[in-house]
C-alpha cells in the first residue's frame, strides 16, 4: 500500500500515493504535447528556430511561439482545467456522474448571455463585453436555478431537475436570438458557442489565473466537504457537516470557475462532463487527487483539441471546441469498453 | 456520559404532524429498540434524535443540552448516525469510507493524527474488515457494507450510536451479523445504542429497552419481556399473536396469527 504520513505539531495529513503518480503521468503527457504544440503550425519550429529560441535573440518565430502560440496553450489548458473541475465538484455535490455546467445550466445561461450581447450590444459597445455578459449569465443561472429549487434547503435531485429545467428554456432563447440576428453576429456566435481560444494574449491568460487562484483556494480550503458532499446528507450531518450552507458554497464556487472558463474561452462543452470520468476510470482516487486529475484531463483534451484545430486544417484555424467531443468522446468510449472486457 | 432524551416532541413534515409532544430517555449504556408499524413515527423520532429534524415544539435533550443550541461538530463527537440505506461514493475503498467517520475530530491542519489512524484501525478490527479494507465499498456483499458502514460510526468514536433499520434487506445470518456487532460494541464499550428494528423476535433477543410508539407517542416501554404481551402487540401493530418464551433463549417470541393460521 502506498501511501505516506505526514505528522508535524499542528499538522497532520495522509497522502495515497498511488493517485498522485497518476497525476504525475497525466502531467507528463499534457507536457509532451504542449511541446509539440507550441513547435507546430503556419510555421514550423526546426533545429534552428528552436536555438534562435532558447538563445533568446529576437525573431519572428520567438514572437509566434512566445506572443502567438504560448499564451493561447495556457489559456486553453486554464479554460479545460476550470471547466474540468467545476464539472467535478458539480458531480460530487450532486452526486450525479451526469451533472455538469452544460447540463446544469451555467453553460447554457452563460450563451444566452453572451449571444444576446452580441446581438444588440456588440455593436454600439464592442465586443469586450461579451465575456461579462457570459460571466453575469452564468452566475444569473446558477442563481436562479437554486432558487428555484429551494425548499427548505435544496436536494441534489431538485437541483439537477431545475438545472436541466432552466438549461432549455435559455437555450431556448439562444436559439431565438440567433435566428433574429444578422448573419455576421450569427457566425461569431456560432464561434463562441463552441468554444474557442484563437486570437488569446498574456492579458487574458492573466485574467483568467488570477480568477483560477481566487477560485481554487476556497476550494482548497473546502476539499473535505466536497468529499464528504458525495455522501447522504443525513450521514453528512451525523458527521458533523452543515450540509446546507457547504453545499451553497461549493455550488458557487463551482458555477462561478464554469462561469470565468466559459467568459474566457467560450461555451466549450463536454470538458466539464468528461474530465471527471477520465479521472475516475484512470485511478482509485476521492478527494484532492481526484479533483487534480480532473483538472489535468480537462486541460489536456483542450490543449489536444486547440492543437489539431489549429494545425490539421490548415490554412483553416478552426474552433477547439469542434475536436473537445470529437477527441474526448472516443477516448472515453474506449476506456468503457476496456474496463467492461 | 452520554444521553439523548426527547421531551414533549412535535414535529412532521409540511403540515403533518407525526410526532406528538413525545417525550422518552434512552437509557445510558443500553441497546434500545424503537418498535412500531410503518408510519408510526420511529423513524421520524429516530432522525429528530439524531438533529436531522428541528422539532416544531420540545426539545431534544443531549447530555442534558438541547442539542439544537450545540454546534453540530461537537454533537458529531458524541452521537453517530447510521441512516437507512446509506450510498457510497463510486470507488472508495471500505479505508478510505471508516476514514471520514474521523471528520468531526479533525480540522484543516490535522486530518490524519495518531489518533485518527489508531481509530480507523481498531474500527476495521471491531468489524472483522481489516482483511478487507483495500476492497472497493461496491465490491462487498450486502452484510459486509453494512459492517462498513457501522465501522465508519465506530471510527467516530462516540459513546452514542443511533441506527435507523441496520438490518433492512439483509438476509438472517447477516441481520444476526450485525447485531451481534452491536451487541459487541456495546458491551465491549460500554456504547448506548439506539435502533430501529422491524423485526421483533430479533428486537427481544438483542434489546435491554424497548420504547413502542404508536400514533406519534410512546405507548410503552420496558424490558422485552414487559413490552411483548399478546395485548400491547395488539395493541401497537394491531396484529393478534400469542408469545411464548424462546425455548433456547427465553426471550419472549411472537407468534403471529393471520386467516390462514386461526388463532
Known amino acids: 500500500m502506498a501511501e505516506r504520513v505526514l505528522r508535524r505539531p499542528g499538522f497532520s495529513r495522509r497522502l495515497d500515493l498511488a493517485p498522485w503518480r497518476r497525476v504525475l503521468m497525466v502531467a507528463l503527457v499534457l507536457l509532451a504535447v504542449a511541446a509539440g504544440s507550441l513547435a507546430t503550425g503556419k510555421v514550423p519550429l526546426g533545429r534552428e528556430q528552436l536555438l534562435a529560441l532558447l538563445e533568446g535573440t529576437h525573431s519572428p518565430v520567438r514572437v509566434i511561439v512566445l506572443e502567438l502560440r504560448l499564451p493561447r496553450l495556457v489559456l486553453g489548458a486554464l479554460v479545460g482545467g476550470l471547466l474540468a473541475l467545476s464539472g467535478w465538484l458539480f458531480q460530487q455535490i450532486m452526486r450525479n456522474a451526469l451533472a455538469s455546467p452544460d447540463i446544469l445550466g451555467v453553460t447554457s445561461g452563460a450563451s444566452a448571455a453572451a449571444v444576446s450581447y452580441l446581438a444588440w450590444l456588440a455593436v454600439p459597445l464592442g465586443a469586450w463585453g461579451v465575456p461579462f455578459a457570459a460571466m453575469a449569465g452564468a452566475v444569473g443561472a446558477a442563481g436562479l436555478i437554486y432558487a428555484l429549487a429551494w425548499s427548505r434547503g435544496v436536494t441534489p435531485i431538485r437541483l439537477v431537475l431545475t438545472g436541466i429545467g432552466v438549461s432549455a428554456a435559455l437555450g431556448a432563447v439562444t436559439t431565438f436570438v440567433l435566428a433574429f440576428s444578422p448573419l455576421t453576429t450569427t457566425l461569431s456566435a456560432y464561434v463562441w458557442l463552441t468554444g474557442s481560444v484563437y486570437g488569446a494574449n498574456w492579458h487574458d491568460v492573466g485574467t483568467l489565473a488570477l480568477w483560477a487562484v481566487v477560485l481554487i483556494l476556497p476550494l482548497a480550503i473546502k476539499m473535505r466537504f466536497a468529499v464528504l458532499a458525495a455522501l447522504d446528507d443525513a450521514l453528512a450531518t451525523g458527521l458533523g457537516v452543515r450540509v446546507q450552507r457547504q453545499r451553497a458554497v461549493l455550488l458557487a464556487l463551482a458555477a462561478a470557475m ?69 477527441l474526448g468522446a472516443p477516448f472515453f468510449l474506449w476506456l468503457l469498453l476496456r474496463e467492461a472486457r | 456520559m452520554a444521553t439523548v432524551a426527547a421531551h414533549n416532541v412535535s414535529v412532521g413534515y409540511q403540515k403533518q404532524r407525526i410526532l406528538d409532544q413525545l417525550s422518552v430517555d434512552l437509557p445510558e ?31 431534544v435533550l443531549l447530555d442534558g443540552t438541547a442539542i439544537h443550541e450545540l454546534p453540530t461538530q461537537t454533537v458529531a463527537r ?183 393460521f386461526p388463532a
Not at chain 1, 288 to 301: D, K
Not at chain 2, 32 to 57: E, I
Open chain 1, 258 to 326: 464554469a462561469g470565468v472558463a466559459i467568459a474566457a474561452g467560450g461555451a466549450f462543452a463536454f470538458v466539464g462532463l468528461i474530465a471527471p470520468h477520465l479521472a475516475r476510470r484512470v485511478s482509485s482516487a476521492v478527494g484532492a487527487s481526484q479533483a487534480v486529475l480532473s483538472v489535468l484531463w480537462g486541460s489536456l483534451l483542450v490543449v489536444c483539441a486547440d492543437w489539431i484545430a489549429r494545425t490539421v486544417f490548415l490554412p483553416l484555424d478552426l474552433p477547439a471546441g469542434i475536436f473537445v467531443a470529437a
Open chain 2, 78 to 260: 458524541r452521537l453517530a448516525l447510521l441512516p437507512q440505506h446509506p450510498v457510497a461514493p463510486e470507488g472508495i475503498t471500505v479505508r478510505q469510507l471508516v476514514s471520514l467517520g474521523r471528520h468531526p475530530h479533525q480540522s484543516w491542519f490535522e486530518q490524519w493524527r495518531e489518533e485518527d489512524e489508531r481509530c480507523v484501525e481498531e474500527a476495521l478490527a471491531h468489524t472483522g474488515l481489516s482483511e478487507l479494507s483495500e476492497r472497493g465499498v461496491d465490491t462487498l456483499s450486502g452484510g459486509q457494507r453494512q459492517r462498513a458502514w457501522i465501522a465508519l460510526t465506530v471510527a467516530q468514536n462516540t459513546p452514542l450510536l443511533l441506527l435507523d433499520e441496520p438490518t433492512s434487506f439483509l438476509d438472517l445470518t447477516h441481520q444476526m451479523e450485525v447485531l451481534e456487532l452491536l451487541q459487541t460494541l456495546n458491551r465491549d464499550q460500554g456504547k448506548t445504542v439506539v435502533m430501529v428494528l422491524h423485526d421483533l423476535n430479533l428486537a427481544a433477543r438483542y434489546a435491554d429497552h424497548i420504547v413502542a410508539i404508536k400514533e406519534g407517542r410512546v405507548h410503552a416501554q420496558g424490558t422485552p419481556a414487559e413490552i411483548f404481551t399478546a395485548e400491547r402487540i395488539h395493541e401497537v401493530f394491531g396484529l393478534s399473536c400469542r408469545i411464548i418464551t424462546d425455548p433456547y433463549f427465553n426471550t419472549p417470541l411472537c407468534i403471529p396469527f393471520g386467516a390462514g
Open chain 2, 29 to 59: 449504556g443500553q441497546i434500545s429498540v424503537l418498535v412500531g408499524s410503518n408510519g408510526c413515527g420511529k423513524s421520524t423520532l429516530l432522525k429528530t434524535l439524531a438533529r436531522l429534524m428541528s422539532p416544531w415544539s420540545g426539545q
